[in-house]
């Protein structure tokens, strides 16, 4: 079964500050990535994903996202964050295999950008 | 559009007490998905269906049963609620199409408090 890890629970930053989110995943075959975001009082919504080709991929809201097969890793980012990119952030993968599309998520971090 | 509805929004219920949360979704996805999220767990799946007829377990199944009998409903049931039932409760859908592609659609969520 694959886990995901995500390195920080919270983050606080201010505004035009660069992000990176950290995510790792254990998995030994070959998998789907995602990030989602919640902002607050929200349902999830994804922001991006990564199936297969260009490992760098860009999500909506100029985010992107970097997949480093070697690491295990997909780590977030975003060059310069608004006030309004105030949210929870969730890494997920499944794998390939899995034609049921389970998703496993990580813990979340939770990003507070201030003005 | 729609999308996914999910209902009650929420709701405080009586330990013991049965409660079942509906989920409608009007894409036609083959897939649903039932997850809870709690503080600093992220979201864990509690039970899952791949099409109508058909149910599987999660993360978290204990306490916790579901039914598909059509493509649209995908209703989660708490026959006897305690108190670590409290939780935002997510359903979920995706098309499965290509399979193993995973992207998830999300209802609004329901908030659940056992007391």
């Known amino acids: 079964a694959q886990s995901v890890s995500q390195h920080n629970h919270h983050v606080i930053l201010s505004e035009a500050a660069s992000l990176e989110l950290g995510c790792n995943y254990s998995y030994g075959g070959t998998v789907n990535l995602f990030w989602y975001v919640q902002y607050p009082g929200q349902h999830l919504q994804l922001l991006l994903k990564?199936?297969?080709?260009?490992?760098l991929v860009k999500g909506i809201k100029g985010f992107e996202a970097e997949f480093i097969k070697s690491k295990f890793s997909f780590n977030l980012r975003k060059p310069s964050v608004q006030w309004s990119d105030t949210a929870e952030y969730f890494c997920a993968v499944n794998a390939t295999t899995d034609s049921w599309g389970k998703l496993q998520f990580g813990a979340g971090t939770q990003v507070v950008v201030t003005p | 559009t729609a999308g996914i509805t999910q209902a009650p929004t929420s709701q405080i219920l009586a330990a013991g007490r049965s409660m079942t949360l509906r989920c409608t979704q009007d894409?036609?996805?083959?897939?649903m998905y039932w997850y809870r999220q709690d503080l600093g767990l992220g979201l864990r799946l509690i039970h899952y269906?791949?099409?109508?007829?058909?149910?599987g377990k999660g993360e978290v199944p204990d306490g916790y049963s579901v039914s598909r009998a059509n493509t649209d409903d995908f209703p989660l049931t708490l026959a006897s609620a305690v108190p670590s039932q409290t939780s935002v409760y997510f359903c979920a859908s995706s098309a499965l199409d290509p399979p193993g592609t995973g992207e998830l659609f999300f209802g609004e969520g329901s908030r659940l408090t056992v007391l």
């Open positions: 894409m036609r996805h083959n897939a």
């Open positions: 269906s791949n099409t109508a007829g058909t149910t």
């Open positions: 990564y199936f297969s080709g260009d490992p």
